[in-house]
C-alpha cells in the first residue's frame, strides 16, 4: 500500500522566504478514490472506508422550453475527480444508471458516453446528451446516474462520515415556466431565500423572462451569487461577468423605454402588468 503526500510552504507573518520551512502534510493513505467533484467536493474529501454511507446527489435540470425551436439536444457535462494518484494510461471510470430512481428512457431521452480519467490526469467528465422529444412535457423525466468503483476506483471519496458523492440527477422537461433559480439558490448544501434571478429581475413573469433569454442570447442564466462554483465559472453556459450584467441590464431597459416611445404605452405581460426591471425604470 502506498502514502502518497503533499508538501506546503509555510509563511508565517513577518517571515523571509528563506526563514520558512516545508511541513509535511498526509493527504491519505490507500487506494484511488473517485468521486463527482461540485461544489465544495471539488476542493476536500477523504477516502471513503464503509461504503455503505448515504449518497449525496448532485442535481441539474434542463428545460428544452427555454430554448429556441430548432434546438434539439442538449449536452450535460458532469464533472469527475480522483483523489489518489496521476496514471500515464486512461482509467475507465463505471457509469450505472439508478433504474428505481429513472423514468427517462436511454436511446429515446437520453445517452451516455464513455466516462473516464485521463492519462496523467485526476479529472475527467462524465457526457450525457438529452434528446428533445415529443414525449416530453411539463412533468419532468428524471435520469439518475451513479459512478461505480471499479479495478480502477476501489473506493469513494466523502466529506464527512454520512455522504457519499457519486450520484447524479438529471430532470429533463420542455415547458416554459418559471425557473427554479428564480426566488432563491443552493448554496453549499443550504437555500439562500431572495438571491436568484428575482433579485435583479423582480417578478416573474413568462413574456419577461422570455424578453431577457432572447436580449441575453443564452436559454440559461446563471445567477450573480452563484458564480464561483467549479460548473459555473467563465466559459459556463449563462455565465456573465460584472460587465456583462450591467450591460444585460442596461439592454432591457433600453428595450422597455424604446418599447414605450414607438407603442404609446408600456409593455405589459400576458398577466396585464407592466413589465420592470428593479431601479431602472425610466
Known amino acids: 500500500m502506498k502514502s502518497y503526500r503533499i508538501y506546503i510552504l509555510s509563511v508565517v507573518l513577518g517571515c523571509s522566504l528563506l526563514s520558512c520551512e516545508k511541513q509535511e502534510v498526509p493527504l491519505f493513505d490507500g ?6 467533484a461540485t461544489g465544495q467536493t471539488q476542493f476536500s474529501g477523504r477516502v471513503l472506508v464503509n461504503q455503505d454511507s448515504i449518497n449525496a446527489v448532485t442535481s441539474y435540470s434542463v428545460n428544452f422550453g427555454f430554448m429556441q425551436d430548432e434546438v434539439m439536444t442538449d ?16 482509467r475507465p471510470v463505471d457509469i450505472a444508471i439508478i433504474r428505481e430512481a429513472t423514468d427517462a428512457v436511454e436511446g429515446r431521452d437520453f445517452q451516455i458516453f464513455p466516462a473516464m480519467i485521463p492519462a496523467n490526469s485526476i479529472q475527467g467528465q462524465l457526457v450525457v ?11 419532468a423525466r428524471t435520469l439518475r446516474l451513479q459512478v461505480m468503483t471499479n479495478e480502477h476506483f476501489p473506493r469513494y471519496m466523502y466529506i464527512d462520515s454520512v455522504n457519499v458523492y457519486n450520484q447524479a440527477e438529471i430532470s429533463l422537461l420542455n ?13 453549499f448544501g443550504q437555500y439562500y431565500q431572495g438571491f436568484g434571478l428575482g433579485l435583479h429581475f423582480g417578478d416573474y413573469s413568462d413574456t419577461k423572462y422570455r424578453l431577457i433569454l432572447e436580449l441575453a442570447g443564452t436559454n440559461t442564466i446563471i445567477p450573480f451569487y452563484l458564480r464561483g462554483f467549479p460548473e459555473t465559472q467563465p466559459g459556463a453556459p449563462g455565465y456573465f461577468t460584472d460587465n456583462e450584467w450591467r450591460l444585460l ?20 405581460d400576458e398577466n396585464g402588468e407592466e413589465i420592470t426591471i428593479p431601479g431602472l425604470q425610466p
Open 31 to 36: 487506494e484511488d478514490a473517485i468521486y463527482i
Open 75 to 90: 449536452t450535460i457535462r458532469i464533472p469527475l475527480r480522483v483523489l489518489g494518484r496521476v496514471s500515464n494510461q486512461d
Open 129 to 139: 446528451v438529452l434528446n428533445r422529444t415529443e414525449s416530453l412535457g411539463e412533468d
Open 175 to 187: 415547458v416554459f415556466r418559471r425557473p427554479d433559480n428564480w426566488e432563491g439558490v443552493w448554496y
Open 249 to 268: 441590464i442596461y439592454r432591457i431597459q433600453l428595450y422597455l423605454i424604446r418599447y414605450m416611445q414607438e407603442n404609446g404605452r408600456p409593455m405589459l
